[in-house]
């Protein structure tokens, strides 16, 4: 009985810990996909980012003027201006792209 208990208490931890462990690192998502334009402090200052003029997401006002679903709908989709491409349309999983939005999040000062 014992045994049994004892099962049971550690599958539930196990299943417990599961989101967790499959949850996207935001931090990581955005560092190997976002960073080459937006840099590391999301100001987009570097080459790339200067040349496509990418928004400072820094910014407060920057980050308030727009939600995650919209966000997550401009990475998906990508976003163009007039004909030209600011980003190619992305292909990572959904659950990826939310968490690389969180991570932008805390890079508002």
Do not use: W
């Amino acid at each position: 009985m014992k045994n049994i208990a004892f099962l049971a208490v550690s599958a539930a931890l196990v299943l417990a810990a599961t989101p967790n462990i499959l949850a996207a690192d935001g931090k990581a998502v955005y560092a190997d996909n976002c960073t080459k334009c937006h840099g590391d402090d999301g100001k987009g200052q570097t080459k790339m980012g200067q040349k496509l003029e990418a928004r400072d997401y820094s910014d407060a006002k920057v980050q308030d003027s727009f939600t995650d679903a919209e966000a997550l709908k401009s990475i998906k989709d990508g976003m163009k201006k007039a004909d030209k491409t600011l980003m190619k349309p992305s292909e990572l999983a959904e659950d990826d792209i939310k968490a690389s939005i969180a991570f932008l999040r805390t890079l508002k000062k």
